[in-house]
């Protein structure tokens, strides 16, 4: 089973950037698709963006289409990451950002299919 350890949040005007990665360790992670979801307060855990385990298919919310790009690099014996580059950020992308792995070949956008998470970094952008 694999781990995972989200960074880079912090605090970026509107329309800045902001690139989290999701550092993954585990023998399987070639296994899983990788996702991307965020939670603002008093709000239900959304899905962002999700990623297949070979880099190949990748889905997106309508919310951050065009805005957000997630990437991956499986590298065999060495850490792997799965990025999520955020462009022309919005305030209402303010929230605490989660990575998720889901065992298997299919990109779930539900958070049910996912169980693996990350603890989360917080993402807040200022008008």
């Known amino acids: 089973q694999v781990q995972l350890v989200e960074s880079g949040g912090g605090l970026v005007q509107a329309g800045g950037s902001l690139r989290l990665s999701c550092s993954a360790s585990?023998?399987?992670?070639?296994?899983?698709?990788l996702g991307w979801f965020r939670q603002a307060p008093g709000n239900a855990r959304e899905f962002v963006a999700a990623?297949?385990?070979?880099?190949?298919?990748?889905?997106?919310?309508n919310s951050v289409k065009g805005r957000f790009t997630i990437t991956r690099e499986n590298r065999d014996g060495a850490k792997n990451t799965a990025d999520l580059q955020m462009n022309s950020l919005k305030s209402e992308d303010t929230a605490v950002y989660y990575c998720?792995?889901?065992?298997?070949?299919?990109?779930?956008?539900?958070?049910?299919?996912?169980?693996?998470w990350g603890q989360g970094t917080q993402v807040t952008v200022s008008s």
């Open positions: 998720a792995a889901a065992y298997g070949t299919a990109v779930p956008t539900s958070r049910a299919s996912y169980d693996v």
């Open positions: 585990g023998r399987t992670f070639n296994s899983y698709t």
């Open positions: 990623i297949d385990s070979s880099g190949g298919r990748t889905y997106y919310a």
